[in-house]
């Protein structure tokens, strides 16, 4: 970027240092006097890179008839322009304005890099000191050529399932200042939310995405191609479709029905993103609007559990109210996996746990359970229970300080008391889902300290489970530390990697998503939108 904020100081020396190559001028000869300064080229858009130092980079200009400008304690002022060869190509003076500046207009230069130019005051011919030399190129042709090939969605047909991810490459060329990079959209059926980008191109113009088809249909990938002078070019259009997949792939903890688990985190309007375990960054897979949130018109105040639900369907989808004088209902979506319709007002159930409305008989409902989820302190999804529906969910939450099992929210009669101690104040609880022998796991982070513990509900030939283990929150297993101060949000939705064990995921207090292998090894995905 040239630059005309601040004044330049002479050279100091007789002979200006020029940069080697195309970048090269013959020599000024430097004579007290007058002084110039702030060289610049104004042109729309403005010069690309630092054109007036020896070792910076030169600019470029989107025209053939760049301004070329400066200020000047002199009455008038010289300026002098070369192309690549040495050639001089303009010789021309400017008179001084009021507020000190001078100008030129350049015309009719021809495409390329190398041009150079310099200033010189004027007294008297040759009275002054000249700039710097400064240093530009010519540009005026976006890139051609633009392409788009990929082996996994053929535009012809055929190729991977929805769902999948798939790698698009895309080229083209530019005879000038080259391609610099490609900016996209891809957009799929209604279901689907539009994916936008940018990637830098190599050296050979060319660059490679990976990108995932959220759902089955038609998909436009909309791509251009902007060079080093920032000119872009014409829009290219990659049509492909993404297939239904007859057997796809199920994993606890997923909910889009891609195979692989999914973490679900409101961002900061109030939205709720779906973003896939192995994912690198915080983009999300999936938007579900803040409108259709169940209660309150945000997914802010709302605690999200799933992990669980048919052989070929997506996790089954709990919401809570967690906010001062909620509802008191547990919200159920009975998602299919096309987010972000699989979360939407017309698949959703409530379910309320008081044992006193017309829904339920009293005399049925266990002892000492509460009769609303507002005073639920703790709530998670575990997987399953139930040997006779291993597809089923249970959910586990803490009452007065127990635990309890509820396998089926809709029927608060089957819900199980686990401990009677009352030793579960003060502790988040964590579901990584059943561990590789069936068991079923669980973690809680004690809130005053951070310690990290595990639970396992080792699974008995009777197809039951024996929660003994879980009597005593501060006989758990120590598998780490994590503030609430420093991970104000932390969860599992279970295998994220695919490596056979459960991960953990945290929020920090600066809104940064982080994964875990494991419970070590963090990755800092970036900041939540």
Known sequence: ????????????????????????????????????????????????????????????????????????????????????????????????????????TVTGLADGPGYTWQVWPEYQPGSGEPTETCRFGVDTAAPTGLAVASTDFPAAGGGKYAGEKGVFTFSATDAGSGVAGFQYVLKGPPSSRPVAGTVAAGPDGTASVTLKTADWGNYDLRVEAVDGAGLVSATLTYSFYARSNPNPPHALGDVDNDGVPDILLPDSQGNLLVISGNADSTAPSAVVPARWAPVGGRWTDLQVVHKGGGPLMADTIYVRDVSAGNTGYLYQYLNQGELPLGIH?????????????????????????????????????????????????????????????????????????????????????????????????????????????????????????????????????????????????????????????????????????????????????????
């Not at 809709?410 to 401990?419: H, K």
Request: proline share 8%; charged share 15%.
């Open 345 to 529: 007002p017309a698949t959703l159930r409530s379910h309320p746990t008081s044992c006193v409305t017309t829904l339920f008989d009293p005399a049925v409902c266990p002892a000492d359970m509460l009769h609303s989820y507002s005073e639920v302190q703790q709530l998670v999804a575990l997987g399953s229970s139930d040997w006779t529906h291993p597809d089923s969910v249970t959910l586990m939450d803490v009452e007065h300080g127990d635990l309890w099992l509820i396998n089926d929210p809709s029927q608060p009669n089957d819900a199980t008391r686990l401990t009677t101690t009352g030793l579960w104040n003060g502790y988040d609880l964590i579901a990584p889902g059943p561990d590789a022998n069936g068991s079923l796991v669980l973690w809680s982070r004690e809130q005053a300290t951070g310690t990290l513990r595990a639970y396992t509900a080792p699974k008995l030939a009777s197809g039951t489970y024996d929660f003994a283990t879980f009597a005593d929150p501060a006989g758990g297993t120590v598998i780490g530390t994590f503030p609430v101060a420093e991970y104000p949000t932390l969860g599992s939705s279970g295998d994220l990697d695919g490596d056979g064990q459960a991960d953990l995921y945290a929020v920090t207090a600066e809104r940064h998503l982080v994964t875990f292998k494991g419970v070590g090894s963090p990755k800092d995905l970036g900041v939540l939108a």
């Open 1 to 104: 970027m040239s630059r005309t904020t601040s004044p330049r100081l002479l050279a100091a020396c007789a002979t200006t240092v020029l940069a080697a190559g195309l970048f090269a001028a013959p020599a000024a000869q430097a004579v007290p006097g007058a002084k110039v300064t702030g060289p610049s080229v104004r042109a729309t858009p403005t010069l690309t890179g630092d054109g007036c130092w020896a070792t910076g980079t030169p600019g470029w200009v989107t025209t053939a008839d760049p301004v070329l400008t400066a200020h000047t304690t002199a009455p008038s002022a010289r300026f002098k322009v070369w192309d690549a060869t040495g050639t001089k190509v303009f010789d021309g003076t400017s008179a001084t304005a009021a507020d000190g500046s001078v100008q030129v």
